[in-house]
T-cell receptor
Framework: KAGVTQTPRYLIKTRGQQVTLSCSPISGHRSVSWYQQTPGQGLQFLFEYFSETQRNKGNFPGRFSGRQFSNSRSEMNVSTLELGDSALYLC????????????FGPGTRLTVT | QKEVEQNSGPLSVPEGAIASLNCTYSDRGSQSFFWYRQYSGKSPELIMSIYSNGDKEDGRFTAQLNKASQYVSLLIRDSQPSDSATYLCAVKYNNNDMRFGAGTRLTVKP
């Protein structure tokens, strides 16, 4: 069974631009969560989607948004990029929000210059 | 505030020894506990999950949970150089909010 896939794997943007990252969950998984990982803050929860609805949201500004499609694929968008948004963005999938275990994709490394 | 605390390390053990990784959490309502392994430049990989008090063994890995003390640990027996990685403790709360510790960097020396 294929794992979680994320595209693109690497991205370089300049301040003020916006970016869209994509995540395809494991086949059959319907819940997708997004995380930001930085050396200083560690792994921080952004939001969770299930059945095209945001179920849970972390403590991030409104510049960070996401959505989920009917095939469970998810995208996250960051607008008006700041230098501090440089991070590894990880997507994780699980069968459902209440499911105990989630599995991570390889991540998208975003660099903002 | 829901916190997950880990000793950042680095923890260094010789090959063949037992590595002991510890984690404490602040919210007594926590229900599910996980250990992830993350190699440098890679994404976290789920290696153990534990939901009830006591020990859970899987190969060379043993997870231990003590809800009264709000403490979860991971033991790695017969440590190998390939076990060298950062180990992340994760706690899932009743609202499905998942919080991660900062991770403990483990080095196993040949």
């Amino acid at each position: 069974k294929a794992g979680v896939t994320q595209t693109p794997r690497y991205l370089i943007k300049t301040r003020g631009q916006q970016v869209t990252l994509s995540c395809s969950p494991i086949s059959g998984h319907r819940s997708v969560s997004w995380y930001q990982q930085t050396p200083g803050q560690g792994l921080q929860f952004l939001f969770e989607y299930f059945s095209e609805t945001q179920r849970n949201k972390g403590n991030f500004p409104g510049r960070f948004s996401g959505r989920q499609f009917s095939n469970s694929r998810s995208e996250m968008n960051v607008s008006t990029l700041e230098l501090g948004d440089s991070a590894l963005y990880l997507c994780a999938s699980s069968l459902a929000p209440g499911d105990r275990e989630q599995y991570f994709g390889p991540g998208t490394r975003l660099t903002v210059t | 505030q829901k916190e997950v605390e880990q000793n950042s390390g680095p923890l260094s053990v010789p090959e063949g020894a037992i590595a002991s990784l510890n984690c404490t959490y602040s919210d007594r309502g926590s229900q599910s506990f996980f250990w992830y392994r993350q190699y440098s430049g890679k994404s976290p990989e789920l290696i153990m999950s534990i939901y009830s008090n006591g020990d859970k063994e899987d190969g060379r890995f043993t997870a231990q949970l003590n809800k009264a003390s709000q403490y979860v640990s991971l033991l790695i027996r017969d440590s190998q150089p390939s076990d060298s990685a950062t180990y992340l403790c994760a706690v899932k709360y009743n609202n499905n909010d998942m919080r991660f510790g900062a991770g403990t960097r483990l080095t196993v020396k040949p």
